[in-house]
């Protein structure tokens, strides 16, 4: 076959009822579910099965809901006998990926990404905080704007998601202005995001240093895949290093268009999006439109991708 990907999503994929069909057609899909429940003590299989949206739209929900629809579909492509050559997953996706690579339990990874969105939404008071994605403006054209936006508050680049999509977060104030300036710039769009928190900038500093105490309190292994991680675009397998790229991940900006492009680099010839949505793979498309790009959330997807990967 191939050389092949997984990516797992991020934030902004979740949707009331993913990996439904998962749960019902695949009995370990379920018992990934209830492992779920019982690691958190709450029932987060019923929230995300049943909604409703606003409750699992919250960051100490959403994070752990999307990881275990991620894993869940991971387990079905591992049980097909689908394993990637590589890995990689957008900000919370890394948490995924280093599950499906071996390097932390589920039950460990599900307990950690709750605590993560609570120590963000914590981090910056309701409403000082904003991100916006700016569309069709270069990268040093954004962090320049950014620079001159801050003003003594915090903006930067948060997400490099691909050439045409860039996100900035900061102080509500400075993403404004930021935002304002990308239009005077010639950028064809700039959106406000309905989140909770900025994330990836500096204003995330106190989440970073109370996510680090859990994360050393884990036992991460060797990856078993590697992985290409979001904050340096760098190939990691071992476990310790795997670890503090964590904890480097939180203040600062996910580098996604590099982390696809040393993919490329690696001889990567197809990416499977694994877990809810299809967000990664509309933003390979605009990366590198020549890469083939396939997705898999739910068993009607399974056909496809088995046709697709067989070719």
Known sequence: MAVTTFLFPGQGSQAVGMARTLVENFPPARDLFTEADDALGFPLSHLILEGPMETLTLTEHTQPA???ASVAAYRFLEAEGLKPDFVAGHSLGEYSAIVAAGGLSFADAVRTVRNRGRY?????????????????LPI????????????GEVVSVANENSPDQTVIAGDRAAVERAGELARTAGAKRVVMLPVSAPFHCALMAPAQSRLQADLEALRFRDLGV????????AIVQDGAEVRNRLVDQVPNRVRWVESMFRLVDEGVEQFVEVGPGAVLTGLLRNIDPARKCL????????EKLRGELSR
Do not use: Y
């Open 295 to 302: 997705k898999f959330g739910e068993i009607a997807d399974w």
């Open 226 to 233: 590697p992985l290409v991680n979001n904050v340096e675009a």
């Open 66 to 68: 999307i990881l275990t």
């Open 120 to 136: 963000m939404q914590e981090a910056v008071p309701a409403g000082k905080g904003a991100m916006a994605a700016i569309l069709k």
């Open 140 to 151: 040093d054209k954004i962090e320049s704007i950014c620079e001159q936006a801050a003003q």
